[in-house]
């Protein structure tokens, strides 16, 4: 079967109602798939086959987190510093990428305004699964200081799901670097039943 | 052109103006002689340079209009003001004068409310054209949650 849309999203609705229309006898080749990874898992010690299995593609998907590159206001200029060579987080595996098409997380890094929003959730939902997001700033969170604006989407987990919430006004590149290896961490129990890992007390 | 000149113009053409400074001269002129100021201001003291227009919202004594407009040569500056009467948001516009008040004055009528009369193209210019009020005025709730994104 395709699988159902996972996050409360309007856009995936419609495309999951758009395919399962299309195909109603399911995606053979995921049932395929499903079938023969239920076998092994309800086979005696296939757990640890299918386990490892998940475990593999979760060191695969926490270590090539490409965030698209998107900027909103002035966190974006410590986000660029910590894609730059003094942060360094391509040997955490990530690239800024100039395509949403090919980008799994989004860094939302700066004050969202409500005529920015629709354009922020068109960009995230041309983004493929499985995708992640990150806000970053007091006004990503909340709205920070332009909370009280009349323009300003208080929070942008109003607009989209958001894994990782990083504090700052602006982070430095430090705290947005341990708010992405928390999302490696988050990454690295992701499961296949869709629900998102729950929020990690750890802090560094 | 001299600012004692332009002072005896301006009280020689709009006796009723009240005008204070020179400055610039902050010239407080009936609403119904908005436009007719700024012809005379252009035309008369050559002042050529239209540098901004906004509206101020003093609550229950109604909105008043601002521009300035400038004389670059011989730094003669007018400084324009109107009163608005209580729950009136109609003022004729200064773009038959001015082509550059086109866009200030979408964008007060955008943040303000104010329809001018006489503009070619009135409508919002910032802000969304679904969006409901005029966020500057005080009788704007700053936390009006927008209906999508409560």
């Known amino acids: 079967m395709i699988p159902a849309p996972v996050w409360r999203n309007f856009k995936d609705l419609q495309e999951y109602e758009r395919l399962r229309q299309q195909r109603p006898e399911g995606d053979k080749h995921s049932a395929l798939f499903e079938s023969v990874t239920e076998g092994i898992h309800s086979f005696p010690g296939g757990f640890v086959v299918t386990t490892a299995a998940d475990a593999f593609l979760n060191w695969a998907r926490k270590s090539s987190v490409w965030p698209v590159t998107f900027g909103l206001a002035c966190c974006a200029i410590e986000m660029m510093a910590t894609f730059a060579s003094r942060f360094d987080v391509e040997r955490l595996g990530m690239v800024p990428w100039a395509s949403p098409r090919h980008s799994d997380l989004m860094i939302v890094s700066g004050t969202v305004t409500i005529k920015m929003a629709p354009m922020l959730l068109r960009i995230y939902d041309q983004m493929p699964d499985p995708k992640w997001a990150v806000s970053m700033g007091s006004c990503a969170n909340s709205g920070g200081p332009f909370r009280h604006g009349y323009h300003v989407v208080k929070g942008v987990d109003r607009v989209i799901p958001v894994d990782v919430y990083v504090p700052g006004c602006p982070p430095p590149p430090e705290s947005l670097l341990n708010g992405l290896l928390l999302l490696q961490d988050q990454i690295a129990h992701f499961r296949r039943t869709g629900k998102r890992a729950a929020a990690n007390p750890k802090v560094d | ?150």
């Open chain 2, 1 to 150: 052109m001299t600012r004692p000149q332009a002072a005896s113009l301006i009280s020689q053409h709009f006796g009723g103006a009240q005008v204070q400074g020179d400055a610039p001269f902050v010239v407080t002129v009936p609403a119904e002689q908005w436009q007719s100021f700024a012809r005379f201001a252009k035309d008369t003291l050559g002042c050529r340079f239209f540098s901004f227009s906004t509206a101020v919202d003093w609550k229950e004594h109604g909105l008043e209009l601002v521009a300035r407009i400038d004389n670059l040569d011989d730094g003669v500056a007018v400084l324009m003001k109107a009163r608005l009467a209580p729950g009136v948001s109609e003022c004729p516009s200064l773009v038959p004068v001015f082509r550059g008040a086109d866009w200030m004055e979408r964008e007060c009528y955008d943040m303000f409310g104010i329809r001018f009369a006489g503009h070619p193209d009135l409508r919002r210019i910032l802000l969304g054209d679904d969006w409901v009020g005029h966020p500057l005025l005080k009788s704007y709730a700053v936390d009006t949650p927008y209906p999508p994104y409560r």
